[in-house]
């Protein structure tokens, strides 16, 4: 049985007029011969409507019965589709999350996918041309209904298609593709044909527009290729798929930029075992993620530690770090908060040297001051002054042979 998950986003079905188009889109893989498995999202703005309809009726909203109501969301759009279906002729029917069932941890509003009856839905295949599956939605072991968190349904998709073995999942959305770059910032942005699942965890900044990470992460796991396409347009979109040589000889594959950083140097601490861990552990509990760290070599006992955490944690990281200061020696507290991260991305880094020094040199031609360096092994971050932001990554995209104007990246010689 070949099958095909095909995935739509809630501006996918927003309206009648999106339905009927959704219903081309698969109409087109059943006339290809596919059993279809559609996983359809809430009508667009239904889960956030639905979201302050919980708060306007309590102040915590008890978090088990936010999601038996979120449910309700994917339950209208897959019960209509359904019924567009039926009217055509097709045969098809709805299956909610408990249906299947999705099995899923206990944690509600971002559960994780545990299990899913791949022979139940297998015979329901045999019986139907298309399923229409509620995504975002799944039960725990005690038939409790669970979400997996917003823009959960691309994970709901890519593990229906990891348990069903499909020849591909496609994410129809209403953008048409994986960029270069953020197009809102840098006309000369791309669509990228391929891109493989590390460059587009790495560009989880941007990309989490378009995709749930967290179904990068699966589609990796169980080498599950994905379509990133337009729900309005045949025009192919970017395939997501595992590293091939051939993309090796792209040096780089895209710029992400992340404008909401800020800087935090401790002065003079003291450069003993057990100082780093001090700093961080409390961080750590906090829940507050830490992103670059740099910490310089020591001059008399002391050095500087520098690190940057997501502007919104600013506040609280000043305050733990203060209830600080006299323990570790720090002789000042330096923040900015205005500061931004951006990366040059592409897995044919590993394989190519010079990639950082071109970099450089094109942010050193519009005088744009690098803060910190960090890098991976797919990656190299530069923390540059917050108002340098869009042109950094404007000047990256051009260096690396990525604008829309150039035929082709900057490939090996
Ligand atoms: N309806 C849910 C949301 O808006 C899940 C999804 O669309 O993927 O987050
Ligand atoms: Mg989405």
Do not use: W
Request: proline share 2%; hydrophobic share 40%; with cysteine.
């Amino acid at each position: 049985m070949k099958t095909v998950v095909q995935k739509f986003g809630g501006s996918s079905v927003a309206d009648y007029e999106c339905m009927n188009r959704v219903l081309e889109q698969v109409s087109q893989r059943l006339r290809e011969g596919y059993k279809v498995v559609a996983v359809l999202s809430a009508m667009s703005g239904e889960t956030d409507r639905l979201l302050s309809l919980a708060r306007s009726f309590s102040d915590s909203p008890d978090p088990a019965e936010t999601d038996v109501l979120l449910a309700t969301g994917e339950q209208t759009s897959v019960a209509l589709f359904t019924m567009m279906l039926l009217d055509q002729g097709i045969k098809a029917r709805s299956l909610l999350g408990f249906q299947i069932p999705v099995h899923t941890d206990r944690s509600y509003g971002r559960a994780r996918i545990l299990d899913i009856d791949d022979e139940n839905l297998r015979s329901q295949l045999e019986d139907n041309d298309v399923l229409v599956v509620a995504g975002f939605q799944g039960c725990d072991f005690q038939q409790s209904l669970t979400t997996l968190g917003r823009g959960g349904s691309d994970t709901s998709a890519v593990a229906l298609a990891a348990a069903l073995d499909a020849s591909f999942c496609e994410i129809s959305t209403d953008v048409d593709g994986i960029y270069t770059t953020d197009p809102g910032i840098c006309s000369q942005a791309r669509k990228l044909q391929r891109i493989t699942y590390d460059e587009m965890l790495e560009m989880a900044s941007m990309g989490a527009k378009v995709l749930q990470i967290r179904s990068v992460e699966f589609a990796k796991k169980y080498g599950v290729t994905l379509h990133v396409r337009s729900t309005f347009s045949d025009e192919p979109g970017t395939l997501l798929v595992q590293e091939e040589e051939a993309m090796e000889s792209v040096m780089v594959s895209g710029i992400a930029y992340d404008k909401d950083q800020a800087r935090i140097t401790l002065g003079g601490v003291y450069d003993e075992p057990g100082i780093a861990a001090r700093v961080f552990e409390p961080l750590a509990s906090s829940g507050i993620v830490v992103d670059m760290i740099v910490q310089n070599p020591s001059r008399e006992g002391r050095t500087d530690l520098t690190f940057t955490v997501s502007r919104s944690n600013l506040d609280r990281t000043l305050e733990l770090i203060q209830g600080l200061k006299e323990k570790i020696g720090a002789r000042e507290v330096l923040h900015d908060p205005g500061v931004a991260k951006i990366s040059v991305i592409g897995v044919g880094m590993r394989s190519h040297s010079g990639v950082a020094a071109i970099a450089f040199k094109a942010l050193q031609a519009e005088g744009i001051n690098i803060l910190i360096i960090s890098t991976s092994e797919i990656k190299i971050s530069c923390l540059v002054e917050g108002k340098y932001a869009e042109l950094a990554v404007r000047v990256l995209h051009e260096a690396f042979g990525l604008d829309q104007t150039q035929t082709e990246p900057v490939r090996d010689t």
